[in-house]
């Protein structure tokens, strides 16, 4: 071999190795991440996050870098302080629940606002949470004045919560299935007062929405509109799906896990059968994708490349272990288990370098109005926690 030749071999050589070396590694988009990882890949980014008494973290636009944040009249206002909570039962590090104790009354305003029927989301998610780690009196009052304010949207002759004041002029009285996860508050309001008027406005919200949202299929309406004087239904409609007819998603999801709730307050077997068939109707559907996070809507016909939710997805897994302590088909715990396995990976959680207070992407929040398409928002968390703490126990 020549000098000239042994040089240029030397040259390839030399030049393989860079290229070896500069190459980037492909992305595992499977590869698990464990806990210790999310810690501080992403926890930790919730803790640094600014206190901020107006303005609550509720989701992340990539395309801009902006983080979004709104009121605390906003229904989202409680998750943030809420997956505080979360984190200081799930790290057992004190610096999250100071955190979350410093958010948390930024909220208070909220329980004489009788604007909307969101309270739960609002105050529960929020003052509740802080109560399961610490007894306090100051958060137990919240509540249940919070109850007596939403107790002041509930109409005797259509037996529900009146959950949306806006469009007035073509909805009577709208109640839309989202209004069921508020019944959790009007439950502990009784527990914690012992007044059961909350306890039973609450059943009979139950037994309304029991009777006219939900389709032969177990799927279920997202809004039903009453006629106030007489109580009959006049409508069926959508707001957030992607017509009157269709099944969108975190509709589903409110269903599945607020008739799981209202079961363990009443232990009354309909809410159980409901819980199980709308269930059904989710982990059955054609269009439910492989790693279970759902469409958006299961009836986008862009499927299946339409945006998923993850929300949805975190919603139905935190309800499906409650409801797997209550029935022992296996199927509720394998969906949980295998959605946040697929959650924890490269795929869904944020990478460390997205500096915005949030763990998961993904999620949609009103594909209508093109609002809060395929990115992280602060609800899918809150639930995303609940899942892993409920794992946990
Ligand atoms: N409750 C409103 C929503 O789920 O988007």
Known sequence: MTRMSLVALNLVFILALVSCKTEPKEKDNTAAISIDSLLQLRYQKLLEYPLDSVGFPRSYTPETNKINKVPSKDWTSGFFPGNLWHLYQLTGMDAYKERAAEWTPFLEKEKFNDRTHDMGFKVFCSFGEGLKVQENEAYKKVIVESAQTLATRFNENVGSLRSWDFN?????????????????????????????????????????TLANHYREDGSTYHVVVYDTITGAVKDKVTHQGINDDSSWARGQAWGIYGYTMTYRYTRDPAYLERAKASAAFFLEHPNLREDGIPYWDFDDPKIPDAVRDVSAATIVASAFFELSTYDDDPKYLAYANKVLDNLMTPEYVLEAHVDAPFILDHSTGNWPKNDEMDEPIVYADYYFLEALLRQRQ
Do not use: C, K, Q
Not at 176 to 195: H, Q, V, W
């Open 168 to 208: 007035r002029d073509i909805w009577e009285f709208p109640v839309i299935i989202d209004n069921m996860m508020n019944l959790e508050l009007l439950f502990e309001a009784t527990r914690i007062s012992g007044d059961s008027t909350y306890h039973n406005m609450a059943v009979v919200h139950a037994n309304t």
